[in-house]
């Protein structure tokens, strides 16, 4: 065994449960936060030397810990559907113009002051934009995503209002506050992946350089919600396939987490179902509509005749034989609209009023989840969504 691949060999068996505990944390919140949580820091500074050591030679990730601050440096992968979610209740996820705005503040503030008015951050940020070739507005919806941007900064530590609220800036362009800043931890913020990156696909390209195909495959596994064998190549899966009780040891020594194998892929199973900012199952309208969506089409009965505009037959029937299985968009409507039909008037909110809205949003959370695939018109059922079959469920709660 790979000594950089060997599980923790502690004698103290608190100390490698406080191990675990702290880096589970990091996995799921990698800026942690004296003010937020100075017990879990507290942890993490107890044994930074051990998890910057795990980290970096099992992910090749980095930590850095300062005075009131620690930051897991996910440098070897960067997820493809885990945006940035606004300082709210809901937390929905960033949009491009919000996106814009965070980064000019975040350049705006990286030299200081520690101290600064937000019509003088205003003022830098404009300067900014100039300088990236950004046209800035004062419209209503220039104006509503800075806000957004400065309470996301605000709620993970960047910054704090010491006079006044940010938010009257959204309604009022004449509106002020005064902010203190934290350059010190914007400049913990970026991942080496953003070097001389100009676009969003370059900095997926820069992070998905595969400089060691064996950290590169762990984080994909611990970062995705499923690797699939299509993800790899052959030398690249074959390796990881002989070597999977060595990281099954890994991932269960490190974060307590197993690994669940089959043919088409690898799908990481954490058993507290804790370790993800987006779960599924889940409750509530979209959550119930998805899960009763994977169901109907598992078991609609496909054949040659009912293959989508575009998919080929040869393929459908090839993807049928690998678990990929395709129905057109027209068809999930119909699915999603006769599931609103049954359960809307007792369960399920007003969402379900609208089935192709209620569609978009259901389909979204399963292509978080590497349920689906949407191909244009077409939507590809994946083999992980055969263990979320009701059937499947019923079956695996009778042998419990």
């Known amino acids: 065994m790979n000594p950089a691949s060997a599980p923790t060999n ?18 799921r919140y990698p800026l942690v936060l004296a003010e937020n ?11 930074e030397q051990a998890l910057d050591s795990l980290f970096t030679r099992r992910f090749g990730y980095r930590l850095q810990v300062t005075a009131d601050t620690a930051r897991l440096f996910k440098s070897s992968v960067v997820a493809h559907r885990r945006p940035l979610l606004t300082a709210t209740s809901q937390g929905r996820p960033f949009s491009q113009r919000e996106y814009t705005m965070l980064a000019l503040s975040l350049a705006a503030v990286a030299a200081g002051p520690s101290v600064i008015s937000l019509r003088d951050l205003i003022h830098e940020v404009r300067s900014a934009a100039a300088d990236a070739d950004i046209t800035l507005t004062e419209e209503p919806t220039d104006r509503r995503a800075l806000v957004t941007a400065l309470k996301w900064m605000i709620q993970n530590g960047i910054a704090s209002e010491m006079h006044n609220q940010v938010d009257r800036y959204a309604a009022d362009e004449t509106a002020d506050a005064v902010l203190s800043v934290r350059p010190d931890r914007v400049a ?9 990156s100009e676009t969003p696909e370059q900095v997926l390209d820069r992070s998905d350089q595969r400089l060691s195909s064996r950290a590169w ?16 190549t052959d030398s690249e899966w074959s390796e990881l396939r002989q070597r999977l009780g060595e990281e099954a040891a890994v991932f269960d020594d490190m974060f307590g987490l197993h690994l669940e194998s089959r043919a088409e892929g690898i799908m990481v199973i954490d058993p507290e179902n804790e370790l993800t900012d987006s779960r599924f199952p889940r409750s509530g309208t979209l959550g119930h509509a998805a899960l009763l969506l994977i169901d109907r089409l598992v078991h609609l009965d496909r054949t040659p005749a009912d293959v989508p505009p575009g998919s080929g037959t040869d393929d459908d029937l090839n993807s049928v034989n690998a678990g990929r299985v395709p129905f057109s968009r027209t068809d999930v409507i119909d699915v999603v609209a006769s599931l609103a039909a049954e359960h809307r008037p007792r369960y399920w909110s007003q969402d379900a009023d609208n ?33 979320y079959s009701l059937d499947v469920q019923y079956q695996q709660e009778s042998l419990l």
């Open 188 to 196: 913990l913020l970026p991942l080496p992946a953003l070097a001389r």
């Open 355 to 387: 089935p192709e809205r209620l569609t978009v949003d259901v389909l979204d959370l399963l292509c978080d989840h590497r349920l689906v695939e949407v191909d244009g018109d077409v939507v590809w059922l994946l083999p992980p969504a055969w263990r």
């Open 217 to 232: 495959m762990r984080s994909v596994l611990l970062e995705e919600p499923v690797l699939f064998r299509s993800d790899l």
């Open 37 to 47: 949580d100075p017990e879990m820091l507290l942890l993490i500074r107890r044994h």
């Open 10 to 27: 502690s004698a103290d068996p608190q100390q490698k449960l406080d191990i675990r505990t702290a880096a589970r944390h990091l996995v």
